[in-house]
């Protein structure tokens, strides 16, 4: 093996060691920041700052990774010659300028631009499109949503800032819950609403206060009722939604209104 490929697989090495120890210095000291923010600060506060760190993570690693790559390209003849070249001619600068807001590469300029003006955060409630969830994460390609079905959407993060984005957490409480229900296009809302209200009154661990039961959207065979409420201050709001899903699902089948 020649010497310019030890001097590679060196360069990679120290290059993935680097990775690995910045990742982990990296998430301890932005996760000891936040909780250290949280102390004095509300938690709206807080939601900003821990988007602005999980964003800003993402880029500082992107970036060490292409400059380990750009290393690694560096140690041969022929790539040192090229990245020279582009280096003298200001290609990379203009390759950036280029593609930073062009798919898919521009979901990467979406993220930043996510981080930076924040219309949604980390564990805000938002719908864009079909899409009704909570914000679970901002990567640096898409921001995933955990719906309110239970599903996991992957939005692209150029779709985000180009798009209407409903957030429904800037004006709801931190306890709101919101869960989808579905019924039969022929079903009726009514008695639809009436067993869901008794199902919420009757229960114990997933109680709501301020319940109601609205038409969320209409499809061509399915009824979508918004199950709403306001869920006790020490109760997580997550695992409310899925035992009111788990039981609103169970009382509309019972009585045979289920889509």
């Known amino acids: 093996m020649t010497e310019r490929r030890w001097d590679a697989i060196v360069t990679a090495a120290v290059g993935l060691v680097i990775l690995v120890i910045l990742r982990v210095v990296l998430t301890h000291a932005f996760n000891r920041w936040a909780d250290r923010f949280a102390e004095r600060r509300s938690p709206d506060a807080v939601r900003r700052l821990r988007t602005r760190l999980a964003v800003l993570r993402k880029v500082i690693l992107a970036t060490v990774f ?3 790559v750009w290393s690694i390209l560096g140690v041969f003849p022929a790539t040192e010659q090229l990245a020279r070249t582009l280096l003298a001619s ?3 600068l203009a390759l950036f300028i280029g593609v930073a807001f062009s798919v898919p590469l521009g979901n990467i300029g979406g993220g930043i ?3 930076l003006a924040q219309p949604v955060r980390l564990g805000d409630r938002i719908s864009i499109g079909d899409v009704r969830g909570r914000v679970e994460e901002i990567t640096l390609l898409y921001t995933v949503v955990r719906t309110d079905e239970g599903r996991t959407a992957f939005v692209p993060n150029s779709q985000m800032v180009t798009s209407t984005v409903v ?3 800037m004006a709801e409480t931190d306890n709101s819950v919101t869960v989808r229900l579905p019924i039969g296009i022929n079903n009726s809302v009514g008695h639809a609403r009436r067993v869901l209200l008794e199902a919420v009154e009757a229960s114990g661990g997933a109680h709501l206060d301020n319940a109601s039961v609205v038409v969320d959207d209409v499809g061509e065979r399915v009824t979508w009722l918004a199950l709403r409420g306001l869920a006790p201050d020490d ?3 997550d695992d409310v939604a899925a035992e009111l899903r788990e039981q609103g699902l169970a009382v509309l089948a ?3 209104l289920l889509a």
């Open 66 to 68: 292409v400059i380990v």
């Open 90 to 92: 200001g290609a990379v």
């Open 113 to 115: 631009l996510l981080s």
């Open 167 to 169: 957030n429904r957490s």
């Open 235 to 237: 109760a997580a709001t």
């Open 254 to 256: 019972r009585e045979g």
